[in-house]
């Protein structure tokens, strides 16, 4: 799609999270990669997000770029009455706390030295933290003494015993402000520990079995339950799903996607979840958005769009899937193309180099999103569907 | 190409009135120093020319070993006992010069991930043309143009130039073509496609698939295509061998097999797919549990820790390769309490008609055994 506007936003008094004009590129050494270009969405409180296309598509992008990791090129997120595009510093980190990610390879995403209670709890940790931890105090004494003393030997003194002490003693308030940082000598908060066996029992782990293992001792769907434990800890409204079952088994991608459903429900969350598979994203979402290159092709709810998809790219990506149903042998995936490079994006519809109804319109002007009646959008010139404007315009008769 | 082709006797026929694939009674040891893992155990298989064979299982079936231990890529720690007769040659115990001449020329393979498949710093002419020089007597220029007809067979538009690049410089979904274009480059007899589109996107994916299968019908070439989504194999294989715990637990023609399953195991993998024809928020039945540790197989039927099913018997005999008295003689299973003998038949249709969408409170099937320490998961597939 390969298309703009704005006419499917909701109310914004509905939307827990909102997305405008977002617009994400990439400047390299072969010139500007446009990642995302000209995006507008709206999470409604407690819904499940889809988004779905083929790699490259910006899904990931626009999930990295709410979190503002990294912020956005142009456009504005708006969470809880914040543009958190204009948040900058602790303000933005605070912020983030209520928003969170789970990743795709649950293996890596998590730190294999650090034993599972650790990887959990340190988000909180990091809010629990008061900034003047006796640790912190004498990391900042030392630090001071060393600098001092060094500053002595370097201007007076000579290379003598106040340059050793003031050497050592610089290298003792650094290590100490480290292990500061790193959460070490920290008073051990009793609700930070009941909050971390909470949200591992939730995720199905037992925390007496996984409290002190690490990773590697874990199956790669317990490493993801892992991964979504660490992600509830903060107690966020918006979990954002990057691919998180791409990397699991059939049988292990059904326990996470059916956990993902019972936590939504349990914590009252909303989720954005981002996927290649459009059978998964199928399961999980209460609306899917369709992407391609960098803009949304179609947005409304599941059960409408794979019943009868009103853009020509939604139809060939459900075209190309195999079903397990051997009654379908010999049918063949459609001639499809390859994705156009998103450092020159096509002008007008970014589809149009692989649609079968394109025309000069579509290289002409950008489609906008346009509703079909049954509460879906649509962003193409001729949609597989009639919108909206096109039946009113011709009465049923 | 069709020189290519005539380099192999006998297109098309059986040799001797065999199949050109015979695997009889195949297991396949790694020696760990935790001790002999088993991952391949008692295989028969037997695959004629032009058909495809999917095998289909988790990670750690066994089902990417069973495909290298066929072909013979066997690191030194692992020991194979059995026979694999190909074209009627006996290929366990074959010497190095007999596998040289018979890897890339009669049998080769399609591995899944195009990236590491190919050498970064080879250009994919000399990549393409590697094999012909060994096993063809090509001159060069015959030889290059082969390599520009193989590219243009498996779709890559301007062969002539792509010959000069490198991999970096193509799509992940042109890379495994030029993976396909290697494979077929001597007209080999035997495909092993192992997951051949699992790196990919669906649309590529489709496209991958459909050229592998025009490819097929071209040269008459069996294939031996490895996954683990019932969904590539039900479209696109003959015939079905499910593997679970480094043993074939089901084995029939797929649509004998999608019609009347027999093992809980590929009834239990059909059911934990995402289907698209089921509406949004259908509860997904889950496996619990995991796969058998290979170090220490169960005594019983490998699946019964993990079957809803499972008896006592279970838990103590285990239960043979079998077709049912009476019933399709091709059709295979290891079960003493099958689905649709034992009770009602399952299939796609009546997965449909089971299904509910979720609701909190849900059972919700947990797996919480801890991996042990050091896990030899990684040369089990």
């Known amino acids: ?397 | 190409m069709s020189t290519a082709i005539d380099a192999r006797p006998a297109e098309g026929l059986p040799v001797d009135g065999e199949p050109l694939l015979v695997v009889d009674d195949l297991s396949t040891t790694f020696a760990t120093p935790r001790g002999p893992v088993r991952a391949v155990e008692h295989v028969d298989l037997s695959l004629p020319r032009g058909r495809t064979l999917g095998i289909v299982g988790e990670s750690g079936s066994g089902k990417s070993v069973l495909s290298r231990s066929i072909m013979g890529l066997m690191p030194s720690y692992a020991s194979r006992t059995g026979s694999v007769r190909f074209e009627g040659v006996e290929m366990l115990g074959a010497d190095h010069s007999t596998l040289r001449k018979v890897w890339g020329a009669e049998m080769s393979m399609i591995f899944q991930d195009p990236m590491t498949a190919l050498n970064p710093v080879k250009k994919i002419g000399n990549q393409i043309t590697e094999s012909i020089k060994e096993h063809l007597d090509y001159s060069s220029a015959q030889r290059r143009d082969t390599a520009i007809a193989l590219l243009r067979s498996v779709g890559i538009p301007e062969p002539e130039r792509r010959l000069n690049q490198y991999p970096h410089e193509l799509s992940g979904g042109m890379r495994q073509r030029v993976v396909i274009a290697i494979a077929l480059a001597c007209g080999p007899a035997l495909l092993f496609a192992d997951e051949p589109t699992t790196a990919l996107d669906v649309t590529v994916q489709a496209q991958i698939l459909d050229l592998i299968a025009d490819q097929q019908e071209e040269r008459e070439m069996a294939v031996i295509l490895v996954t683990h989504d019932l969904g590539v194999v039900a479209t696109r294989a003959d015939e079905i061998a499910v593997m679970y715990g480094g043993r074939i637990v089901e084995q029939a023609p797929t649509a004998t097999l999608f019609r009347e399953m027999r093992h809980p195991y590929t009834e239990a993998l059909l059911r934990s797919i995402p289907r698209l024809d089921l509406p949004s928020h259908t509860r997904l039945e889950a496996i619990s549990g995991r796969p058998p540790d290979l170090l220490h197989p169960p005594a019983g039927c490998r699946f019964a820790a993990r079957c809803p099913y499972a008896q006592d018997r279970c838990r103590t005999e285990e239960p043979p390769l079998v077709a049912e008295p009476g019933g399709r003689a091709d059709h295979l299973y290891r079960c003493w309490y099958p689905v649709g003998i034992a009770r009602e038949q399952t299939t796609l249709d009546t997965i449909a008609e089971e299904a509910h969408v979720r609701e909190p409170g849900d059972e919700q099937a947990v797996d919480l055994e801890l991996v042990d320490d050091d896990a030899v998961e990684g040369n089990v597939d």
């Open chain 1, 1 to 397: 799609m390969a298309g703009s506007g704005t006419a499917h936003l909701g109310d914004p008094s509905d939307a827990l999270l909102r997305v405008e004009n977002l617009h994400v590129r990439f400047r390299t050494g072969r010139g500007t990669v446009f990642a995302v270009t000209d995006l507008s969405i709206d999470i409604r409180k407690g819904e499940t997000l889809g988004l779905v296309g083929e790699s490259g598509c910006g899904k990931s992008t626009t999930g990295r770029a709410i979190m503002q990791l990294p912020p956005p090129t142009e456009g504005s997120v708006t969470y809880a009455g914040d543009d958190l595009t204009r948040l900058h510093g602790e303000d933005l980190r605070r912020t983030r706390t209520k928003l969170q990610m789970i990743f795709q390879d649950p293996i890596s995403s998590l730190n294999p030295r650090r034993p599972v209670q650790d990887i959990v709890a340190e988000g909180l940790r990091i809010w629990a933290k008061s900034a003047f931890s006796p640790l912190a105090i004498v990391a900042a004494v030392l630090t001071l003494i060393g600098i001092i003393l060094l500053g002595i030997a370097v201007f007076g003194a000579g290379i003598g015993p106040a340059a050793v002490f003031g050497l050592l003693a610089l290298i003792a308030g650094v290590g100490a402000g480290a292990f500061h940082l790193a959460g070490f000598g920290q008073p051990t908060d009793p609700s930070v520990e009941g909050k971390v066996r909470e949200v591992l029992d939730a995720v199905g782990l037992d925390p007496d079995v996984a409290w002190n293992r690490r990773p590697h001792q874990f199956s790669g769907g317990q490493c993801q339950r892992i991964s979504i434990a660490r992600a509830l800890v903060t107690e966020p409204d918006l979990i954002i799903c990057d691919e998180p079952v791409s990397a699991l088994d059939v049988s292990v991608q059904a326990q996470i996607l059916n956990l993902l459903e019972d936590l939504k429900a349990q914590y009252g969350l909303t989720l954005v979840f981002i996927a290649h598979d459009l059978a998964v994203v199928k399961n999980v979402s209460d609306r899917v958005a369709v992407m391609y290159l960098g803009r949304i092709c179609e947005v409304g709810p599941p059960d409408v769009i794979y019943a009868a998809p009103a853009h020509p790219y939604t139809r060939l990506l459900l075209d190309a899937i195999p079903e397990p149903d051997p009654d379908h042998r010999g049918r063949r995936a459609p001639e499809q193309g390859e994705l156009p490079s998103p450092l020159a994006p096509p002008s007008g519809c970014h589809f149009r180099t692989r649609c079968p109804r394109a025309d000069e319109r579509c290289a002409a002007e950008v489609p906008l999103m346009a509703p079909t009646g049954d509460g879906r959008f649509v962003a193409c010139h001729h949609p597989l569907v009639e919108t909206a404007v096109a039946v009113a315009s011709t009465p049923v008769g």
